[in-house]
């Protein structure tokens, strides 16, 4: 290769390695504008939200032979609350502040992040009603790949929950919006790509709305006295992907960064501070 | 010099008892022969200064004073769900509190010590060594729905505690621990059909103690029989009306995996993949009766697929047949081929048990210590 060429030929495989199939999901990674991998996204078809025979709305297909997944209509450098309406207390927005420029998200390093930011991958989730379990499945496909469970039997948060990443989630219908809250939460990951702050005490309710068939309006409302000045909300749209299902995506084939991921050596591993800098 | 003061006359004096051979518990993590060394026995006492209380593995610090110095040691312990199920939390050794610990030194000679279970002066011996679900077994059959079907899964309770934790094939009989370490490495060639390029291969990965291991090294994950094999377990939730049958992993990085049994071909029938290798394979499966047998291909080379580190190719094709006898016993077989790795199609069989009224573990590997 011609080195006059090199500039513009690696600029081309830049842009290529954008759209190819499953690129290494960074902050500067591709967003939801750009095409999705290795095909073109089907153009979205109008039309009412399908209901279950009761006449709910379902966040699925109308059938199985209706597939799709979910995926934010968002840009990335977005936050989901507008930074001037975000009640920070004076550490989290010196967290958040410092984190604009040390972007080295855990996601990226493949923990399983909660909240908003589990929905705001370029791959996209599945929601799985399973009546039978008194469960609804959310499934990611990219990230962490894992699972989340919301429990709509009715139970509630336990007493010796042990924190995690999806936190404890109990949901129920409110009509057609599916309405989830959250506690339990580890405090190893960012609510969002731009990386607000939170602690154990975080508490959700999030409202996960279908107005039609081609849109889930998606609301969280963040309530942490720890890190925040007062209860907020946040939220974005997600877009069906009409044929699309779920499929293998592992964070860790490609992380050439271990010690990013897995804390570089038995002496160098920091325990002291739960905090994700 | 600092003067250590008892605590209080309830302090605890904690006993770590030798860790004994073979006698280990898979959880995603790497096997204690890998990064301790079995015939480096010590002692050490101290006060514990902090309880990291977290996955993969817990870890208890503690102040050691020689003369005039105070050294800070880590204790390493299980994954806080397998402790947990026996009865440890994270109160049971608290900072303050006088521990004397016996254990095997990391290899790299840095100020780390495996110890497997602890004595509590007046309190029960607590011990990993006989996992098994919280809640006895209760002798039952196993539940059908309303189509007749046996379940596999349900809204609580989960597989665990496999029979076997490392795949050798039917019939043959050796030693070896928990992780796949043999006890005697010339015993290699019989564990399965290697063709030589494997069994050199495999006999280099038990060699070096399993160290290699990349679900150990980067979270690489269990593909294979190997997600059978953890205490961890995994959980089966069948999706009826989408003709799929998902697999939670309770080990490794908490994936999941999805069985199509709507019938589809094989390849290029997933959007997004293709026919790209993948961890999980691609799998399709069906009922025959109450059998469910999964066809799995499309593997890549890029993880372990059993405990120990037994090679596979690309060319690896698994049929498993899982079977529910009855409430409390998952019966689990596999037949496994590959051209490239194998000189014949081969078999192994286990059976893992139902822990009643629990979910699946919340695992992640790469919540991550070393």
């Not at chain 2, 101290?46 to 105070?70: E, M, Q, S």
């Not at chain 2, 899964?153 to 076997?164: L, N, Q, R, V």
């Not at chain 2, 039917?170 to 030589?196: C, F, H, S, T």
Request: net charge negative; proline share 6%; with cysteine.
């Amino acid at each position: 290769m011609k080195n006059s060429k090199v500039t513009v030929a690696l600029l081309a495989l830049a842009v290529a390695g954008a759209a190819a199939a499953q690129p290494a999901q960074n902050t500067l990674g591709s967003s939801s504008s750009t095409v999705a991998p290795q095909q073109q996204r089907q153009q979205a078809e109008a039309g009412p939200a399908p209901v279950n025979a009761a006449g709910r709305v379902v966040l699925q297909g109308a059938d199985p032979s209706d597939k799709g997944t979910w995926t934010p209509v968002f840009g990335i450098l977005d936050p989901i609350t507008p930074y001037e309406e975000i009640p920070f207390q004076p550490w989290s927005k010196a967290l958040y502040d410092y984190r604009q420029t040390r972007e080295l998200e855990p996601h990226t390093r493949c923990k399983a992040s909660g909240t908003a930011r589990q929905f705001l991958t370029p791959y996209g989730v599945e929601f799985v009603e399973l009546p039978e379990l008194g469960q609804i499945i959310i499934f990611d496909i990219g990230g962490p790949h894992t699972f989340r469970i919301i429990y709509m039997d009715g139970r509630e948060h336990p007493s010796d929950w042990q924190n995690t990443y999806y936190g404890h989630s109990v949901g129920r219908w409110e009509g057609n919006t599916l309405v989830v809250d959250s506690v339990g939460f580890t405090e190893q990951f960012w609510l969002d790509r731009r990386g607000m702050p939170h602690t154990d005490q975080l508490h959700t309710i999030e409202h996960f709305t279908r107005k039609d068939k081609n849109t889930i309006e998606y609301r969280i409302t963040l309530d942490d006295p720890g890190a925040y000045t007062k209860t907020f909300d946040g939220g974005f749209n997600l877009r069906w992907n009409q044929g699309e299902e779920l499929f293998e995506y592992v964070c860790q084939q490609a992380n050439y960064a271990i010690e990013l991921m897995v804390g570089g050596g038995a002496s160098s591993v920091d325990r002291s501070s739960t905090i994700v800098p | 010099m600092q003067k250590l003061k008892l605590k209080s006359t309830i302090g605890l004096v904690v006993l770590a008892t030798v860790l004994s051979s073979g006698v280990e518990h898979v959880s995603a993590q790497p096997a204690i022969v890998a990064k301790f060394d079995p015939s480096s026995e010590m002692s050490i006492s101290g006060i514990v200064t902090h309880v990291d209380w977290k996955n993969p593995r817990a870890h208890v610090f503690v102040n050691v004073t020689d003369g005039n110095a105070v050294t800070n040691w880590a204790v390493e312990l299980e994954s806080p769900v397998l402790l947990r199920g026996n009865g440890w939390g994270e109160s049971s050794v608290k900072p303050g509190d006088r521990v004397e610990v016996k254990g095997l030194r990391a290899r790299n000679g840095s100020r780390q010590i495996w110890s497997e279970s602890m004595v509590l002066a007046g309190k029960p011996v607590f011990t990993l060594k006989d996992l098994k679900p919280a809640i006895p077994a209760r002798s039952e059959p196993a539940p059908r729905g309303t189509d007749g079907k046996v379940i596999l899964g349900s809204a609580s309770g989960y597989w665990g505690f496999p029979s076997e934790h490392a795949l050798v094939e039917d019939g043959v009989n050796v030693q070896m621990d928990r992780y796949g370490q043999l006890a005697e490495i010339a015993d290699a060639a019989k564990v399965a059909p290697l063709q030589p390029w494997a069994l050199a291969l495999y006999t280099q990965r038990q060699q070096r103690s399993l160290q290699d291991d990349p679900m150990f090294i980067n979270c690489k994950p269990p593909g294979g029989p190997r997600q059978y094999q953890s205490d961890l377990g995994i959980k089966f939730v069948e999706d009826k009306v989408n003709q799929r049958m998902f697999i939670l992993m309770g080990s490794g990085n908490r994936n999941y995996r999805i069985v199509y049994m709507d019938g589809r071909d094989k390849v290029g029938s997933v959007t997004g993949d293709d026919d790209n290798p993948l961890y999980y394979g691609r799998s399709l499966g069906k009922w025959e009766g109450d059998t469910l047998v999964v066809v799995t291909t499309g593997f890549n080379e890029d993880f372990w697929m059993t405990n120990g580190g037994l090679p596979h190719t690309s060319k690896l094709e698994l049929t498993e047949r899982f079977t529910r006898p009855d409430m409390n016993t998952l019966q689990y077989q596999v037949a496994i081929t590959d051209t490239g790795a194998y000189t014949r199609p081969w078999n192994a069989s286990w059976s893992m048990q139902w822990v009643a009224d629990q979910e699946v573990p919340i695992f992640f590997c790469q919540d991550n210590r070393p």
